[in-house]
């Protein structure tokens, strides 16, 4: 089974800077995606960013960027010129693409960003 | 508007009274599922479903029933709800399998349960 596993349960950024969370995971399979979802406290979960893992390059959209290292089973979000409403619970999560099954998700990382 | 439907957002009921989440699609998705979230355990998955009629056991199934009648409902049965199902409940569906332009799973609003 696949596991996920994001290390810090808390981070804080100040406004403007940057900061990056971490997830590794665990995996047989060669072929898989690798998401990260924003959690705000509306509870909606809303899909940040994605990586095929047949894909070599890091995956971006605007501020977000992920470093992602399959030899390593490592995913990382990068937050650029962090803002205010960048504050939420962030959650990695993995699917194979062959199951018919969804996500796995990691416990979370609630991001704080001071003004 | 694409989008699934959690009913209802906030439930409060009693020790081992039957009750039901409801879950509907609008996307005409073949895969729906639900998961629970709980404080440092991130979201798991209860059961899924691969199409109408196919469900299968997610990673904490016990406890919980579902059905897939129609390809737009998926709801969640607690037939005799305990206090450690208190959770928020989360319902998802995406289109099947497709290549990378379908990886994308829609989440409902969540449904905030305390049993007592």
């Known amino acids: 089974a696949q596991t996920v596993t994001q290390s810090q349960p808390e981070m804080s950024v100040q406004e403007a800077e940057t900061v990056t969370l971490s997830c590794t995971y665990d995996?047989?399979?060669?072929?898989?995606?690798l998401f990260w979802y924003k959690q705000p406290p509306s509870r909606q979960m809303i899909l940040v960013i994605r990586q095929e893992a047949y894909k070599q390059q890091n995956a971006t959209e605007n501020r977000f960027s992920v470093n992602f290292q399959k030899a390593a089973k490592s995913f990382s979000l990068k937050i650029s010129d962090s803002q205010l409403g960048d504050a939420a619970m962030y959650f990695c999560a993995y699917r194979s693409a062959d199951a018919g099954n969804m996500l796995t998700f990691g416990g979370g990382t609630r991001l704080m960003v001071k003004p | 508007e694409a989008q699934v439907t959690q009913n209802p957002r906030y439930l409060i009921t009693v020790t081992g009274k039957k009750l039901t989440v409801t879950c509907s699609q609008n996307?005409?998705?073949?895969?729906m599922s639900w998961y629970r979230q709980d404080p440092g355990l991130g979201l798991r998955q209860i059961y899924y479903s691969m199409n109408v009629e196919v469900t299968d056991k997610g990673d904490v199934p016990e406890g919980y029933k579902v059905s897939r009648k129609e390809k737009r409902n998926f709801p969640l049965i607690l037939e005799s709800p305990s206090p450690n199902q208190t959770s928020l409940y989360f319902c998802?569906?995406?289109?099947?399998?497709?290549?990378?332009?379908?990886?994308?799973?829609?989440f409902g609003q969540g449904t905030r349960l305390t049993v007592v």
């Open positions: 995996t047989s399979e060669s072929d898989y995606y």
């Open positions: 998802a569906s995406r289109p099947s399998v497709g290549g990378p332009k379908n990886t994308e799973a829609f």
């Open positions: 996307m005409n998705h073949e895969y």
